[in-house]
């Protein structure tokens, strides 16, 4: 099929993929479904997607099978690769059986993915990025006494364990992710928000942490020159002052606007607040860019301008 629409990076939320792998074989088939509905609009399709549940899973797996047989744990960079392949895998093999059962012949691809990262980014002193499984506060106390975590009150829905969210600077892979678009693929990268590498010399060496998805696939889309970020989450639009009787949802945004919300602490940390960073950040790189925000169902109807939070 003919590219007939706009080029769209489109960073998938917890929400597409599930937190248990029952969860997300299920959920993908719904994000198909999706998706397909832009590929049928004649958009060109990059995905990247979160790993918060799956990298941390990944990781105590690893841990409880190096205790077990006294080896070096996995580090937290190859745990992030393991969360790409699996994620990539099912999100592949549903967006392609989605399409062929609509009458469409579209290659989809999954890039192991890395991206650059300065090893003296402020974000290793203090981590912020949740990633596991929530714990009660007992649980909390014991991660924090066993293992030496760092853990925060996620929202209210209990206890996550946080790790560094150094800025993204380089996506490595990003002449590939060109070559399968020039080719007329669909391509999954950056999952996870790529696996975290640092140069030395011409070596690139894997560090312990997880960069922001949406930070990610800003940068990507920038390098890429898409026409529109999409950040699905949970909810249909961004709103100010949330959860209070004078909450509003804002529809048009300029991203001049947006900059002054966040500057207002309008946005959580952590949930809303770097997905608004993140809109910002690829529209003001160039004119007639746009950002939408809104729930997966909705993405059609977002690209559209029809709803969402639209940034420009």
Not at 5 to 27: F, S
Not at 31 to 48: N, P, Q, R, Y
Not at 149 to 164: C, F, I, K, L, S
Not at 211 to 238: C, F, G, N, P, R
Request: include cysteine; charge should be negative.
């Amino acid at each position: 099929m003919q590219r007939t629409g706009k080029r769209l990076v489109i960073a998938l939320g917890g929400n597409a993929l599930g937190k248990t792998l029952p969860e997300q074989m299920a959920a993908v088939k719904l994000t198909a479904k999706a998706i397909a509905d832009l590929v049928e609009d004649g958009h060109e399709i990059i995905l990247s997607h979160g790993n918060g549940p799956q990298v941390g899973m990944l990781q105590i797996a690893m841990q409880e099978y190096a205790a077990r047989h006294q080896e070096p744990p996995a580090p937290l960079s190859v745990c992030v690769a393991m969360s790409q392949g699996y994620i990539g895998y099912d999100l592949q093999n549903a967006l392609r059986e989605e399409l062929i059962d609509r009458g469409i012949h579209k290659a989809v691809s999954t890039v192991l993915t890395q991206v650059r990262v300065d090893p003296d980014d402020p974000a290793f002193l203090r981590p912020t990025k949740p990633i596991g499984a929530f714990m009660t506060r007992e649980e909390a106390q014991e991660k924090v006494a066993e293992k030496g975590w760092v853990v925060v009150e996620d929202a209210g829905r209990g206890y996550r364990r946080v790790v560094a969210s150094p800025k993204p600077i380089e996506i490595v892979e990003i002449e590939t992710v060109h070559a399968l678009l020039d080719a007329g693929q669909i391509v999954v990268a950056a999952g996870g928000g790529g696996i975290p590498v640092v140069a030395q010399g011409h070596h690139l060496s894997g560090i312990g942490a997880v960069i922001d998805k949406d930070s990610a696939s800003a940068l990507m889309a920038d390098t890429l020159d898409a026409d529109t970020l999409i950040i699905l989450t949970a909810v249909e639009k961004v709103a100010i002052r949330f959860g209070t009787p004078e909450q509003e949802w804002l529809t048009d945004l300029p991203w001049q606007d947006a900059l002054r919300y966040l500057e207002e602490n309008q946005f959580a940390e952590g949930s809303m607040k770097p997905k608004v960073e993140a809109a910002i950040a690829f529209v003001r790189g160039k004119e007639g860019r746009t950002a939408v925000i809104t729930e997966l169902h909705k993405a059609r109807a977002g690209v559209r301008g029809l709803t969402g939070t639209i940034l420009h």
